[in-house]
């Protein structure tokens, strides 16, 4: 009797699992197939290309050009990343590699502290101190004149808030490579430096790049602080001190009032498309990446 009622257990316990695992696949799979549904009414007036690729953007005409807010988004992602990463990337190997283990339990609480706020509190801060500081002073600097609202400030803002996502990431993974390799290349008469770059940071290389690849979809996704900072200005910017119009700042700011408009409705469904694409891009190319690194150590 005992026997069978183990058994029954482990059946039990076997299929819920196997569901709760059809789940978290099923649902991508969900999402995906809904917003496309939704977006159907706007790609059935309107091209692919010419929603893509387009930089007319007239609503109540019809036409629905998003390359601006797809460029946008680019400025703003590619900026943030490129400003935190060497910040995340020196911080982790300091923490990790140079730094005591008691400032190492000391820093972690405020790495969780700077993840735990909330975007909105980052975007005041934004117009508060970033705004002000591209449009007075890093603006003038080069002969431009700006009022602050700009793909700089996006990316800066953006910066700031992937600092705690990505550093958290980088510290646990080079928490994990083994202390005999290093002991092993210091024994072998190499510097620190070397041992950290020829050794720690080779064999760490795959999750290094899981961190970034991770923190880029992170950033593709973020709303409310950028939306506060960037301008929200549709048009195609030429350069960082330009405002832009992010697609998630298009989505947040337009959809609510437009529910009663089916084919603005759509429009934003396929927004929101592009974005899951664009990250689940971005995820599977990571993902490469790794496997084929994986191979290489």
Known sequence: ????????????SSLWIKIALFFVVLLPVVITLSLLYKSSVV???????????SSVW????????????????????????????????????????????????????????????????YGVWGILIIVPMVGRYLAPLF????TGFSI???????????????LNILIEVFKTVPVELSEASLSLGATKWQTIKFVVVRKSFAGITSAFGLGLSRAFGETIAVLMVVGNVVGVPKGIFD??????????????EMLSIPMYDSA?????????VVVMFFNFLSRVV????????
């Open 243 to 256: 405002p832009g119009y992010p697609l998630p700042a298009l989505i947040a700011n337009n959809y609510g």
């Open 143 to 146: 002969g431009i004149e700006s």
């Open 290 to 297: 790794i496997i084929r690194l994986e191979k290489k150590v």
């Open 58 to 121: 007239r609503p109540l005409a019809g036409q629905f050009g998003f390359w601006p807010f797809i460029v946008s988004s680019l400025w703003v992602t590619i900026l943030g990343l490129l400003i935190t990463a060497p910040i995340c990337m020196f911080s982790a190997i300091f923490l990790t590699q140079y730094g005591s283990a008691r400032l190492l339990r000391f820093m972690q609480p405020v790495i969780d502290i700077l993840a735990g706020i909330p975007s909105v509190i």
């Open 268 to 276: 934003l469904m396929f927004a929101a498309l592009i974005l899951l």
């Open 1 to 12: 009797m005992a026997l069978k009622f183990r058994k029954f257990k482990d059946r039990f």
């Open 43 to 53: 790609l059935e007036t309107n091209g692919l290309k010419e929603l893509l690729f």
């Open 152 to 166: 700089l400030a996006g990316g800066l803002v953006l910066s700031v808030m992937l600092i705690p996502f990505i």
